[in-house]
Nanobody, 125 residues
């Protein structure tokens, strides 16, 4: 079992930066793919990015490429989502999720077996 807890969300202005964290317990994340998703009110849960195990490839949605960065701190068992140049359309609840090893469908929410509770990110214009 993996337990995931997100933190670091908040209210920021357009152009600001924010880092959200995904802290894991129960298992070390180095052999897990960790994905970030976001969901705005009335919308589907959208793929933001994924880190394919520790040291593996990292993929991003086109909408955040060049602005968002995923990183890991294996010693702390935490995965970060650094968000720069934030826009109002980035406003959503951000979730981290994990599954063991690799799947080619890392961009699909139903590929993930473990989810955090989410953290709200609001970007004001």
């Amino acid at each position: 079992q993996v337990q995931l807890v997100e933190s670091g969300g908040g209210l920021v202005q357009t152009g600001d930066s924010l880092r959200v964290s995904c802290a894991a317990s129960g298992r070390t994340l180095d052999t897990y793919t960790v994905g970030w998703f976001r969901q705005a009110p009335g919308q589907e849960r959208d793929f933001v990015g994924a880190s394919i195990t520790s040291g593996g490839s990292i993929y991003y949605a086109d909408s955040v490429k060049g602005r968002f960065t995923i990183s890991r701190d294996n010693a702390k068992n935490v995965v970060y989502l650094q968000m720069n140049s934030l826009k109002p359309e980035d406003t959503a609840v951000y979730y981290c999720a994990a599954y063991a090893y690799y799947s080619s469908t890392y961009y699909r929410p139903d590929s993930y077996g473990y989810w955090g509770q989410g953290t709200q990110v609001t970007v004001s214009s």
